[in-house]
């Protein structure tokens, strides 16, 4: 299944017939990485109506050792969320991991190897160790022999980056603070959120400095938190998923994955302010679900703003705007609410937050709850009927983009 | 690994929580492997990177075999010079220290290879896209052996 793969038939289809998610938060006091993915996998189960006795496989998704202070936590997890005597996969791929957690499960669901799969992951990203602290260990995914001595925080190769897109297309600080404004304003509305606010461009232009021009409200949020998915064929949701035919279902219409040279100033430069890793998984991904017009089909988007202006150039990347116009897009409102494809309506990164492990499927979370119909309050798309989720490890080494569609 | 203490509280969610503040340090002896010419030619004042006698590929960072024709490469000097591609002032200083922020670092397209660096440039002034620089190596014991080079403005390209 690596590759262009086939559209998909009705008969082989992949749903997604349970999820949860912990709040994600500043710091947990009350809970481990291992109560949390508890507390969202026995919450993707009971959105299922189905028992984790039925479930054939399961995949663990988390980044750190180093954060959760637990190594092999993969299969500590899987027995905690009661899956002990199955298959387990454990699955890593950066800021990645949960979108891959949730591709290798369909990939596992492809092969035949299984019939059902509960896809986990957390992280404690939070404030259990102290900023300095955390820091360090965040330097430690730049590469640690040739960029790690030299960088000071992830925001520089983003800055970099960022740099020379406003240098090419005239991109400004007002239109990436716009998507930090955004986000943050969206996560207002999601009580799953890490610390949605109230803010204007003006308070993100005015807060302190990280790596020119990005600014502490450019950047996303650390976090502590879980999320789970419980991915079937519609065999198995028909027989074992109590729920299934309760709401419209939820399909995964293609999957894509691909990569770049980790190191920012390997890359050609052509491409040295884009995501080329993103745009081919994009490509792949759309192939796979059918999409031709992906700025016209997408009803709605998560979209990884580990940095504000990420977002921005992730709208390019992933074919929601012309190359070099993310910058007048977001400020024009175009991913908002009641735009052409509403981005980030979890609050994305920036709001929602981040805990790495859980990230890519805290977005399917989202998706699935817009293709539902049940993301409820201002941040609702109306009648969205298909929906993506983009993550990515490093400043894009490794991209994933995921696509769900509601199949009723 | 220690336990220093166990602090018993109330979470914000109100319920009973108990906090054990533990320690955990390691020291390492990290080798640097296949780049140990690399940094030897550091403390000798001079950037190496590899190239493949086969097909002429050469690489920074340096890598042990061609990917193309999985024939082992050989060490070269480079004449330390680079173009910046994109510049920033970071705020915040490196993880090992040595640095003090805010402190200058560039994308910089190396001469004589295909590949570049990333890594600090001295000054006060963010450069351009197109700035001409040339390694510089500083005196001292540095916090990192990396952090031996600087890169030294030397004005904008043809």
Known sequence: MNGPTRRRDAGDRVFVVGVGMTPFAGFRDDATVRDMVVEAARSALIDAGAGAAAVDMGVAAYESDHFNRQMSLGHVLHEAVGLVGKPAVRVEGGGATGALAIRTAVMALGSGAARSVLVFGGEANGRSVDRSTASEILAMSADFEWETPVFGTFAAPYALMITEHMRRYGTTPEQFAAVAVKNRRMALDNPYAHKGMSITVDDVLASRPLSDPYRLLDASLLSDGAAAVLLATGDWAERHASTFGDRPPVAVLGTGSATDHPRLSDRPDDMFPHFAAKRRAAEQAYRSAGLDDPADEIDVAEVYDSFSGAELQAYEDLGLCPVGKGGPAAAEGRFDLGGQTPVNTSGGLLGRGSAVGATGIAQAVEIVAQLRGEAAGPRAVPDARIGITDTHAGVGALSVVNVFGRAA | ?158
């Open chain 2, 1 to 158: 690994m220690r336990v220093h203490g166990v602090e018993r509280g109330v979470s914000r969610a109100g319920r009973p929580t108990s906090l054990f503040h533990i320690e955990m340090s390691q020291r390492y002896r990290h080798t640097a492997g296949f780049a140990d010419p690399f940094y030897r030619g550091i403390d000798q004042g001079v950037l190496r990177a590899t190239r493949c006698d086969g097909c002429g590929a050469a690489w920074f960072p340096p890598r042990p075999f061609c990917p193309v024709d999985l024939a082992e490469t050989a060490w070269y000097d480079l004449p330390g010079t680079g173009t910046v591609t994109a510049a920033t002032r970071v705020h915040i200083p490196p993880p090992f220290g040595g640095v003090e922020a805010p402190y200058l670092l560039a994308s910089i397209r190396l001469d004589g290879v295909e590949g570049g660096i990333t890594h600090r440039v001295l000054g006060d002034r963010i450069p351009e896209k197109g700035t001409v620089v040339a390694v510089k190596f500083m005196e001292g014991v540095p916090a990192h052996p990396l952090l031996r080079a600087a890169f030294e403005i030397e004005g904008r390209a043809a």
